[in-house]
């Protein structure tokens, strides 16, 4: 069965420092997303992605993060300059449309701890 | 606003029944997940109501009244291996369109023998 693949699946980073989330969402989807998800909370919604372009982010996704889709498999997070409450599980997911009918799957998730 | 409300834990017995409720309030509708997580683990898609009624896949149902903003999900047959959150998650209209799904805080269900 078709899955969302995440690297790296575990990150330790120092407070500051820039952090590269990767991505390879299914195949034949077209919309991506980020979400993301404090131990111990709810899953948080960051960022949809079509077309090459944000469609939809939340106020959580500031300046600070950005998204990119570099070539025809690869969908990034980039945190440019982590503090300490990015610690978190960063789910990256994936959909086949955005209507109702479609189903978001989501990957294995990257755990960012920063120190 | 938005606001999506569940059991925060339930506790059952294996081979027994149990209903995760759910109720929401939501600026915009357009279908209502419903996701397993085991701890440390990836959210795995169990069901998706979007028309009023019950949704039935195998041990797993799912019920929906949008009048009411309430869903449940109904586990038969329990094994052990169903501890874990069941997420109830609505699928938002926004300005960009139906691409955000809000996440209720999850129900933790420990099955016991």
């Known amino acids: 069965e078709p899955e969302v693949t995440q690297t790296p699946s575990h990150q330790v980073t120092q407070m500051g420092q820039e952090v590269i989330l990767r991505c390879v969402p299914i195949s034949n989807h077209l919309y991506f997303y980020w979400y993301r998800q404090i131990l111990g909370q709810k899953v948080e919604f960051l960022v949809s992605f079509y077309n090459n372009e944000i469609s939809e982010k939340s106020e959580i996704f500031d300046d600070q993060f950005s998204v990119e889709r570099p070539d025809g498999s690869n969908f990034t997070l980039k945190i440019r300059s982590t503090k300490l409450e990015d610690s978190a599980m960063y789910f990256c997911a994936s959909s086949y449309t955005g209507d109702s009918g479609n189903t978001i799957y989501f990957g294995e998730g990257s755990w960012l701890t920063v120190v | 606003g938005q606001n999506i409300d569940q059991p925060t834990e339930m506790t059952a017995t294996e081979g027994a029944i149990v209903q995760i409720n759910c109720t929401y309030q939501t600026s915009g509708f357009n279908g209502l997940f419903w996701y397993q997580q085991h701890a440390g683990e990836a959210p795995t898609f169990l069901s998706y109501?979007?028309?009023?009624g019950l949704e039935e896949k195998g041990r797993f149902s799912s019920f929906l009244s949008r009048s009411k903003g309430y869903s449940y999900l109904l586990l038969k047959e329990l094994q052990m291996k169903d501890s874990a959150s069941y997420l109830c998650a609505v699928r938002g209209v926004t300005s960009g369109g139906y691409n955000k799904l809000i996440f209720g805080a999850g129900t933790r269900l420990a099955v016991h023998p």
């Open positions: 109501n979007v028309l009023d």
